[in-house]
């Protein structure tokens, strides 16, 4: 129920941004290079286990009107991923490969279509692996030219993520002037577009095979996660209490002092 919710949600999201944006989305299985995300490879979200959400916007408390966002990933079950897109040979069994490697590939790159003035706009990000590992990496901004109309993208990678490490994995933005706002940062004011992609390869003789892509709205609140990230690790073991401290014996009573006597000295002997 939770993979069929986040599918079916995906693609009304995606059908509503193709009425409403201004510049080319998508339709078919393979990407058009004319169209976002620009590259021909596999970019139907339904080939794919990995799909992202923001689940954390929030005013930056040492920048003024400085936002940060923040990307959820999330990695459906592999086997449903390969049951949904039919691959099954004769006796109903999941067959691996003999399409595209897009529902176990591993991810390395998330990208998005951005407004073309926002370039220069981001301070950071970070990647959140969970377990205390947070990491900055690198994003480059790079631009597009498709049937005389410039595009402009932003670009997070490498992040080596993994179809059984990706799950939870949190990736951090943290916006500055002149789009210091998701609203700002956006091409149409209230939705951001995404893909992300797996690790350059040959195969079917295309630079990249799969690049599921996705839309989110644009958060203009704060946001705080519904689901945070958890760490199930077991705790470390409580330490034994320490024995109490023998209390020390309390000093036996002095003995009271005998009382002094004064002692009358006797009179000196009359003068003869």
Not at 162 to 185: F, S, Y
Not at 226 to 242: L, T, V, Y
């Amino acid at each position: 129920m939770r993979e069929a919710g986040q599918m079916i949600l995906l693609a009304v999201m995606c059908l509503a941004f193709g009425a409403t944006a201004q510049f080319p989305v998508q339709s078919a299985t393979w990407g058009d290079p004319v169209k976002y995300p620009f590259e021909a490879c596999a970019v139907n979200p339904f080939t794919s286990i990995y799909t992202t959400r923001v689940n954390k916007y929030f005013k930056d408390p040492m920048a003024n009107n400085a936002w940060t966002m923040c990307f959820k990933i999330t990695a459906l079950d592999i086997d449903a991923c390969w049951e949904r897109n039919g691959y099954k040979n004769a006796q109903g069994q999941v067959v691996r490969g003999n399409e595209t490697r897009c529902c176990d590939t591993n991810m390395n790159k998330l990208k998005l279509l951005v407004k073309p003035s926002c370039r220069g706009s981001i301070m950071h990000f970070t990647i959140d692996k969970g377990a205390g590992e947070v990491k900055s990496s690198s994003f480059t901004w790079d631009e597009w030219t498709r049937q005389g109309k410039k595009y402009l993208t932003l670009k997070f990678t490498p992040l080596y993520l993994q179809p059984n490490t990706a799950d939870g994995v949190e990736i951090c933005v943290r916006l500055k002037a002149p789009c210091a706002t998701m609203q700002e940062l956006s091409p149409n004011g209230n939705s951001l577009m995404w893909a992300m992609y797996d690790k350059k390869g040959t195969s079917n003789g295309k630079n990249y095979e799969c690049c599921p892509m996705g839309v989110v709205p644009v958060e203009t609140d704060t946001l705080e996660d519904d689901e945070p990230f958890m760490d199930m690790s077991p705790p470390p073991p409580a330490r034994s209490p320490s024995p109490p401290r023998p209390k020390k014996s309390p000093p036996p009573p002095k003995k009271p002092s005998p009382p002094r006597v004064n002692k009358k000295k006797s009179p000196p002997p009359p003068r003869a």
